[in-house]
């Protein structure tokens, strides 16, 4: 299928002026496809002249342009030429689409629980054209009315505001002018919750099977939807404009959630179905409100093309971590940013495969994909934030409402937001903008700077702390900064010198820090004292980032570790180190003989921190530590613990084994050789959910048995059926740095494997094959050398090549790593 590319593009946007899709959708047409027609009205400014519409259909049945009948075989792959065009013409396509299995146009899943089944249209990138007709690109922008046919009992939901107007038949409102990327339909027996706010319906929806678990929730996701429209609509001069605001929770996601118009998709893992901590409700708090950021940046505003794709991105994820901590009882949410979140930004842009915040171009659609990434959406939310603090937010906001002014249900450009943001500031925003956005890399900022490497000017704090008289660390002082593109020399130098002088205090910019000798050993003794969360998120990023450049020792980091997290009250700090210190540090850049140490040391850690809660006064710590207990658990005490937990169903002193807890003792079990087939098939009894599906498929996965090994690889890499949600599962199971020996015989095979697999089932295959599938635990020069052979001589597609060469990215850091351990 040829991606569309930006000159395609570009040509036909200059002759096309779409007006309306009429689009009527038959579901009801069995399991394999369904039917779609789809009346396209638009004009064209060269009568005559000619241009091509995306379809990807089972079956073109008919098209007909301005009652001209064309020939069906005239489609060529996904494109279906339409010539002789007139100044104002009307297409009709009739087609049997096919349902998808990889969350790519119109998912169709069934529910183990109660064979019930569920549907829902996936269309960004350029999957409308699995939908239905489509001029498949965003700035040819045009009014949407929906019809739809389905089975009875099925609720069915659209951009538009929806009525059932005779059993089975659903009818929508016409839509504001919006992009093809962003059509929408789900349908299906949905629960629905419903409310209202400030005039505007409100609707939540999930599988039935999750009923309970929406219900139990639903306030809380009502009220921060209330509290985000409010904030909203006190700083965006513009309300909102899509009518209705339905919020689906649908099975089987690929992304965490989707902006389209009035009726937003999520992956309904957001619907908790087992205990979580508050910084995985945070989570999804920030995700409603990123959604919601979209639909003013992103719906009512279009970028014109896939380069500004960060626009949306970074702002919206700017705006769902501000709104959030302003509007909702999660005050820190820059916390969790700085210490998880950011990272993602921060080994994206340490790659070889690191692009600019805002890409000069975007060649075509394939390209714009591999976008979504850490770049995009983490620094450049960070990028956003320093602006913030450069501009003040007065301004910021006044340019951004400039933006909404100029541009609504339009599409513009990077230049068009920084004319508005320069007009309603009277700031140099295109000079900021050159050297924040067109650049890669990440600076790094130290008191004493050696060489003018800082390619971009930072507006931070610096913090500087003295020891108290018990050890601790003190906070003297906070001193703005502004550090100037090209520094060099000594940019602070506070008399008398604190004993920690921390860089980027409240962590406004995007940077690594580092520290002088002396700061450095008050961090080792006293990170743990420093009174701000912020500041601490601040330290152990640092402390990350020394760590994967191979400047600390990874034995050093834990001991980092096992000296202040235990006490650590701050649970997405606690998640994201333990987590870190086991998945990269234990697994990876230690060398193997020393990784059962490791283990032993976290899990130390996570029993200090039980102890410290067995007074029930933290939960989310303590579920913290138990998951961290499971995945670090090894040799017969931890084994008879992690049994003892199973057969009581609870954890001594809580937290309840819910069933999240329960799959992931069984996968621990499973992968140390005590746990086999008939624990995995008595637990999916249990628990014969789609989650219960992929614990079991992630358990079977991870036994060390060469049968099974044998049997999971077919399902991964040959049989083709699993959708993408059981082939993660799948591969997250599969490979287990405990069973090293045993899986020395499918490593060799990965790279080939992946890639057939990929050329086979397309896009979204490729990306689960290339980060999950890939034997992360083998730190061994060997793959190194196989992978780059593999890329040098295979032709491999885009999203399977950017995954495996950020793999090799971060194997090449590993064993630089592994090589300064210890
Ligand atoms: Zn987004």
């Known amino acids: 299928m040829p991606a569309l590319t930006r000159a395609e593009a570009q040509t036909r946007a200059r002759l096309l002026d779409v007006r309306s899709y009429s689009i009527d959708v038959d579901l009801t047409r069995g399991g394999e496809v369904f039917g779609c027609a789809t009346r396209v009205r638009f004009g064209c400014a060269e009568p005559g002249g000619s241009t091509f519409i995306e379809i990807k259909p089972e079956a073109l049945r008919r098209a007909v342009l301005n009652g001209r009948e064309l020939d069906p075989a005239a489609l ?416 602070i130098a506070p008399e008398p010198r604190p004993d920690l002088l921390l860089l980027n205090d409240g962590d406004l910019t995007y940077a690594k820090v580092r520290f002088d000798e002396g700061s450095w050993h008050a961090v080792t003794e006293s990170l743990g004292t420093v009174e701000a969360p912020l500041s601490r998120a601040v330290l152990w990023t640092a402390a990350r980032d020394m760590v994967r450049d191979a400047e600390l020792p990874a034995s050093a980091f834990i001991e980092l570790v096992v000296r202040h997290l235990p006490n650590e009250p701050v649970v997405a700090i606690v998640e994201t180190v333990l987590e870190f210190s086991r998945h990269q540090v234990a697994d990876r850049y230690l060398p193997p003989e020393r990784r059962a140490d490791a283990l032993a040391e976290l899990t130390g850690v996570c029993r200090r921190i039980l102890r410290r809660t067995e007074d029930g006064s933290d939960e989310g710590l303590r579920l913290t530590a138990v998951r961290g207990m499971i995945a670090c658990a090894q040799g017969p005490r931890a084994v008879a613990e992690l049994a003892d937990w199973l057969e009581a169903d609870s954890v001594p002193g809580g937290p309840l084994l819910d069933p999240a807890l329960r799959w992931k003792v069984l996968l621990r079990l499973c992968v140390l050789g005590e746990a086999g087939e008939d624990r995995v098939a008595a637990e999916l009894e249990r628990d014969p959910s789609a989650t219960g599906h992929e614990g079991a498929a992630r358990c079977r996965a991870a036994l060390p048995d060469r049968d099974a090994k044998a049997a999971a690889w077919r399902a991964l890499f040959r049989e083709d059926e699993l959708s993408n949600y059981l082939l993660t599962a799948t591969a997250e199971g599969f490979w287990q740095p405990e069973q090293r020996e045993l899986l020395a015989a499918w490593v060799p095979l990965y790279f080939d494997e992946a890639l057939a697999a990929t050329e086979r089932r397309g896009q979204a295959v490729g990306r689960v094959l290339g980060r999950f599938g890939f034997p992360e635990h083998a730190v061994e020069p060997d793959l190194l050398r196989a992978g780059e052979a593999h890329l040098k001589d295979n032709e491999v597609p885009p999203s399977l090549r950017r995954r495996l060469e950020d793999q090799l990215d971060d194997l090449r850091r590993a064993l630089r790593a592994r090589h300064a351990a210890v």
């Open 76 to 491: 060529a792959e996904n494109r279906l030429p339409l010539d002789d065009l007139a100044a104002d013409n009307e297409l009709v396509v009739e087609a049997e689409m096919r349902y998808s299995h990889t969350g790519e146009g119109m998912h169709r899943f069934t529910d183990p629980v109660d064979g019930e089944t569920y549907l829902y249209s996936a269309c960004a990138l350029d999957e409308a054209q699995r939908v239905f007709a489509a001029f498949d690109q965003p700035d040819l922008k045009a009014v949407f009315e929906v019809a739809v046919t389905a089975p009875e009992d099925w609720t069915v939901l659209s951009n538009g505001v929806g009525e059932q107007v005779r059993p089975g038949r659903w009818e929508f409102t016409a839509t504001p002018p919006i992009s093809t990327y962003l059509a929408a339909v789900v349908a299906g027996p949905y629960h629905a919750v419903r409310s209202e706010h400030d005039g505007i319906p409100l609707g939540l929806y999930c599988r039935r099977s999750l009923a309970r678990h929406l219900e139990d929730d639903a306030e809380e996701i009502l009220r921060i939807t209330r509290r985000c429209f409010d904030r909203y609509h006190e700083i965006f001069d513009e309300r909102y404009p899509f009518g209705s605001y339905d919020q689906a929770f649908v099975p089987e996601f690929n992304w965490g959630a989707m902006e389209n118009p009035g009726c937003v998709t999520f992956r309904d893992e957001f619907v908790f179905r087992s205990a979580v901590t508050d910084t995985q409700r945070e989570e999804r708090a920030i995700v409603i409100a990123h959604e919601m950021a979209h639909m003013w940046f992103g719906d009512l505003v279009t970028m014109r093309w896939w380069d500004d794709l960060w626009l949306n991105e970074s702002f919206a994820e700017y705006m769902g971590q501000q709104i959030i901590s302003e509007a909702t009882r999660f005050e820190q949410t820059w916390t969790a940013f700085g210490v998880r979140r950011k990272s993602w930004g921060y080994d994206a842009d340490q790659r070889a495969n690191t692009h600019p915040v805002a890409p000069e171009r975007v060649d075509d659609t394939a390209e714009a994909l591999l976008n979504f990434d850490g770049i995009s959406y983490a620094k450049g939310a960070s990028a956003v934030r320093q602006l913030v603090a450069w501009l003040g937010r007065d301004a910021f906001l006044a340019g951004i409402n400039e933006h909404f002014s100029r541009h609504r249900y339009g599409n513009a450009t990077l230049a068009d937001f920084l004319d508005a943001l320069a007009s309603a500031s009277g700031r140099d925003v295109h000079g900021w903008a050159e050297s924040w956005l067109r650049t890669t890399g990440v600076d790094t900022l130290r008191p004493e700077a050696e060489s003018a490497d800082v390619r971009r000017p930072h507006r931070i704090r610096a913090g500087l702390y003295d020891r108290d008289g018990d050890g601790g660390l003190a906070l003297r002082e906070v001193v703005p900064l502004d550090v100037e593109q090209g520094h060099k020399g000594t940019l």
